[in-house]
């Protein structure tokens, strides 16, 4: 069974479930994953906000609410989605916001507040957050805010995580252009 087959199998049962059980968050966030891998963000998005409205709380939808918002370049509600998602102390995964809550700070310009949120999720342990991918982004931020010796230190680091990896040459790339 393909791929897409079982996607459109598991839609239909998810929707058909979704009738008799409005209130399932995780069976409403379940289905706005699937919508999100189909590339059908509105469905996605919709169904993120039915998990939101059945848990407040949720911090996981927050941060996938999120990430639909971004890729849809609808940043400043996205930036509220995972300051929502933070808003939670018994978050388990917060790097996870914190890290995509830095990338849409520093595409919104607010490279000061992205650095202390991409600082923030690299304490946490263990994390979900593979830390080469941190590491890279914390080096952009440094590199635009000009802090050039943190920049370097951060973008090795990643050369060392990442070995020959696209995260790996993306900070080489950077590297470069410090010298």
């Known amino acids: 069974m393909s791929r897409m087959t079982w996607f459109r199998g598991w839609e239909r049962r998810s929707n058909s479930c979704m009738m008799g059980l409005p209130d399932n968050k995780d069976a409403r966030y379940a289905l706005g994953h699937v919508y999100a891998l189909q590339g059908k963000l509105s469905q996605a998005e919709e169904q993120f906000r039915a998990a939101i409205k059945v848990d ?3 911090s996981k939808a927050h ?31 917060p790097d996870l916001a914190r890290f995509h809550l830095g990338r849409a700070l520093a595409h919104q310009g607010d490279f000061q507040a992205s650095m202390e949120v991409l600082e923030d999720a ?16 914390l080096g952009r931020v440094y590199y635009k805010l000009g802090y050039m010796a943190r920049a370097r230190e951060v973008l090795k680091k990643v050369t060392t995580l990442d070995k ?16």
Do not use: C, H
């Not at 690299?122 to 982004?137: F, K, Q, R, Y």
């Open 63 to 93: 941060t996938y609410l999120g990430q639909i918002l971004a890729s849809q370049d609808r940043w400043d509600e996205a930036i509220k989605s995972y300051r929502r998602a933070l808003a939670n102390p018994l978050y388990e995964t």
């Open 164 to 179: 020959d990896g696209e995260l790996a040459a993306a900070a080489t790339e950077l590297l470069a252009r410090l010298k």
């Open 122 to 137: 690299m304490t946490v342990s263990p994390p979900s957050v593979p830390p080469a991918m941190t590491n890279l982004e």
């Open 56 to 58: 407040e709380d949720f």
